[in-house]
């Protein structure tokens, strides 16, 4: 079942997306008077799902599950039909407009994934408001798994800057890390401010690691799983754990370390247990025994128990302004993204995500918010990519219509084909790297 949700999820998104930013495409090309002879939802080599022509347009869904297209009249598209190319220019064609128009068609599929990455971030704004928690509020810190700790971090650090810029909510803290130029992270640890230095070699291994850092906090019983040793030795939820086998553990953290290491033994866990009626809190000693793979069979309550969670409720007019502001955000650590897979010296490239990898960022539980949310961001992805100057894309087109607006000078059609074809090629190559890396994660998680 939870298969299926991530499926539906990702089939919703992405379908969404590809309809919305073919639709760029075709308002622009209908507004200007352009012929659009097909508008399809994943490709159709050889037959169609499904297909209506309705006016001059066929409208239909392919039987490959991957993008979609507009096929617009007297253009070298993907589609690579030159035979039309070589008739002569018709009124209603691509090819007969002129360039500002053609620019504002090859721009449309861009410009309708950013008004809806606006609306899906003004509208949640506005829904669901802003909670997060702020980084000054983190007073316990941070863990770290073994990359944080090789590179120099220890649990309990409080990140306070990252490059002399203060980071004021505690969720951007990974990505101002891994998207800074120098990252220079200022730490407070034990009372004193020092710096550590993240260099460029651990940026591969950084974009692949989820569980890099995550929040520090005491350890409250929230549930004791049901026929585990926890269970058999008394505990219950609401129990606060202070020590184990005498040795003071004031965090989840340290419980998951020391008892991990500990798998098939029993240790004696020290809790105090608060009595709901009179409040007189109670210390005990209880031997727990502990699973062959290391586990007690508690889960912890989250960090949001001891530390405030902030909330910016917006109005519908002030909603407005806030949803301008995250696609902004959006879009600048997107580029900032970018920039590291383009760069040779830190590997990012080995990190590219294909199909298998942004499907597996869907969770496992529907949850319209956390959608929306997705879908938001992959919109982003979707534009800033498709503005790459590649041939194949529609960033390809538009430095070829915005040669010809400064040159006054038309590229060859000839030269037009080479350049789609190669762009194609790859884009091609792309995708199949990326799905490699996909399927290689699968093997070594």
Do not use: C
């Not at 620019?103 to 997060?132: C, D, H, P, R």
């Not at 210390?283 to 793979?293: A, H, N, Q, Y």
């Not at 069979?297 to 806030?322: C, E, M």
């Not at 597996?360 to 997705?374: E, H, N, Q």
Request: hydrophobic share 45%; glycine share 12%.
């Amino acid at each position: 079942m939870e298969v299926l949700i991530k499926i539906g999820q990702f089939v919703l998104s992405f379908s969404l997306l590809v309809i919305i930013h073919e639709f760029g495409h075709y308002i622009f090309a209908r507004m200007f008077g352009i012929r659009v002879e097909k508008f399809y939802l994943f490709f159709n080599p050889g037959f169609s799902l499904f297909k209506k022509k309705i006016g001059d347009t066929e409208y239909g869904i392919g039987w490959v599950p991957f993008g979609g297209y507009v096929k617009i009249a007297g253009m070298i598209d993907e589609s690579m039909d030159t035979e039309q190319m070589k008739q002569p220019p018709k009124p209603d064609e691509f090819r007969s407009k002129p360039a500002w128009q053609r620019l504002l068609v090859m721009l449309g599929g861009v410009i309708m994934n950013v008004v809806l990455a606006l609306l899906i971030f003004t509208g949640m704004s506005w829904k669901y408001g802003e909670q997060y928690i702020a980084n000054e509020d983190l007073v316990y810190g941070w863990t770290f798994n073994e990359l944080g700790h090789e590179i120099g971090f220890l649990d309990g650090d409080r990140i306070l800057a990252v490059d002399g810029k203060p980071i004021d909510r505690a969720g951007l803290v990974f990505q101002e890390l891994l998207l800074a130029g120098n990252r220079e992270v200022r730490v407070v640890r034990d009372g004193r401010e020092l710096t550590v230095t993240v260099g460029d070699e651990f940026v591969p291994r950084l974009l692949n690691s989820p569980d890099f850092m995550d929040y520090r906090m005491p350890f409250v019983v929230a549930r004791v799983a049901e026929g585990s040793g926890a269970e058999r030795a008394g505990i219950i939820p609401g129990d606060s754990l202070v020590a184990a086998d005498s040795i003071p553990l004031a965090y989840f953290d340290e419980y998951l370390s020391y008892v991990g290491q500990r798998g098939g033994g029993t240790v004696d866990i020290t809790l105090y247990r608060t009595d709901s009626q009179s409040g007189s809190r109670t210390e005990m000693t209880l031997p727990v025994e502990i699973s062959g793979d290391g586990k007690m069979g508690l889960v912890p309550y989250y960090v949001t128990r001891f530390v405030p969670v902030q909330t910016h409720k917006y109005s519908l007019v002030s909603s407005i302004p806030a949803g301008f502001r995250m696609t902004g955000r959006q879009i600048n650590g997107y580029i900032k993204q970018l920039k590291l897979i383009f760069s040779p010296k830190t590997e990012a490239y080995k990190s590219l995500r294909g199909p298998l990898g942004i499907y597996d960022i869907f969770p496992k539980a529907w949850d319209w918010s956390v959608f929306w949310t997705l879908t938001g961001f992959l919109s982003i992805v979707l534009a800033v990519m498709n503005i790459l100057p590649i041939p194949g894309l529609d960033g390809g087109h538009t430095v070829f219509v915005l040669y010809e607006m400064v040159t006054g000078r038309k590229p060859g059609e000839k030269f037009m084909e080479y350049a789609q074809l190669a762009g194609l090629l790859l884009l091609f190559g792309i995708i199949i790297y990326a799905t490699g890396n996909d399927i290689l994660r699968l093997f070594t998680r």
